[in-house]
């Protein structure tokens, strides 16, 4: 079974320079793990890396689209996989959310649908496809918001043309991770976590994030692209509109970025066998992962 290596953790815990270090250490290339970062021009509130910062290591998955263009899940596995299987050097991924991650790590397939719009389905309210789809398939239900459209109907277009429940595909799959794997996971007390959080959001304003939006919206892109429902891009929408300030915003990105890091922490230690160290511990973590990937 091939080796593979997770950095994960919150925002702002310093995943990516234990990444870095790390990969330098043991001649490794890097995948990037974020929803966000593939799409060119969404740099700075990403907290894409720099290129000065990448130390001569190999990044995978930054700058590959559009940000008029779709990512999901799916095209993540395929081509972080792809990576993996056909590399000589030690791969270590970066980031990413827990689905993400399990998604190309386990054998989690997904259920091929047509592309078809489904106009029956099309033409109920949020709420009315919500109501079918708690009837229908409460399990799944639960875990999608009422205001996620595209899940609520993917769900429910899958159930339509199967026959079955959205969470019976899912129960059949047994799960099973596919790759050797060593997930290390960067943590910090929780006040300094968000003292970290909050200050990185404050770099990202002196960096221009508010040219950033501009720039990305005179260009064709609008707050409606899948690009700009990331944390960071879519607390502009109600400035760019006069409906907000722009402390009001800063506040946003950070409250929304705090709340994302305790949902990943929340995930992590329910999901995954997770290896968790503080920064000051770095040196020894990495010995860890070293003696580990050097056994047989």
Known sequence: MKKCIVVAGPTASGKTAFSIALAK??????????????????DIGSGKIKEEEKEGIKHYLLDILSPKEN????MFQE????????????????????????????DYSFVEEEEEIDEELEELSNEELYALLLESDPKQAQKIHLHNRRR???????????????SEHIAAQSHEPIYDCFIAGCTMEREELYQRINQRVEKMIEEGLEE???????????????????IGYKEWKEYIEGKASKQEVIEEIQKHSRQFAKRQYTWFKHQMSVHWFNVDESEEMMDEIVAWYERN
Do not use: W
Request: charged share 20%.
């Open 25 to 42: 250490r043991m001649g490794a290339e890097i995948i990037s793990g974020d929803s966000i970062q593939v799409y060119k021009g969404l």
């Open 71 to 74: 990512y999901n899940v799916k």
């Open 79 to 106: 081509m972080a996989r792809e990576i993996i299987n056909h590399s000589t050097k030690p791969i270590i991924i970066c980031g990413g959310t827990g689905l993400y991650l399990k998604a190309c790590l386990y």
């Open 152 to 166: 609520l109907l993917r769900s429910l277009r899958i159930q339509k043309r199967s026959g079955l429940a959205m």
């Open 212 to 230: 950033e939006i501009k720039s990305l919206l005179e260009s064709g892109v609008s707050f409606e692209d899948q690009s700009m429902q990331g």
